[in-house]
């Protein structure tokens, strides 16, 4: 059994800044690519930035220049800077992680934190 938790989301004015954090644990042989996701209420899910297990990062337009993926891959950690926060970040964000397991990759979501950007 694999599982992520999220932890860092809150409630921010505009302009602030706040640390997403996931870890992954269980049996885990390895973890591939690891990324954050957001989910606004009626919208789908959206990629935010994914990191590879070498460190090549991707980032949504909408978080270039604001928000900084990095992971440390001893820990099984995956971190989402987000800074300049607006009010359409406004999101559930869901840490999301490829695991190496015994029987090959599988594909895992975390349970998501809230944030919320006070305009």
């Known amino acids: 059994q694999v599982e992520l938790v999220e932890s860092g989301g809150g409630l921010v004015q505009a302009g602030g800044s706040l640390r997403l954090s996931c870890v992954a644990s269980g049996s885990i042989f390895g973890i591939g690519t690891m990324g954050w996701y957001r989910q606004a209420p009626g919208k789908q899910r959206d990629l935010v930035a994914s990191i590879s297990n070498i460190g090549s990062t991707n980032y949504a337009d909408s978080a270039k220049g604001r928000f900084t993926i990095s992971r440390d891959n001893a820990k099984n950690m995956v971190y989402l800077e987000m800074n300049s926060l607006k009010s359409e970040d406004t999101a559930a964000y869901y840490c999301?992680?490829?695991?190496?397991?015994?029987?090959?990759?599988?594909?895992?979501w975390g349970q998501g934190t809230q944030v919320t950007v006070s305009s």
């Open positions: 999301h992680a490829e695991v190496r397991r015994l029987e090959g990759y599988r594909q895992y």
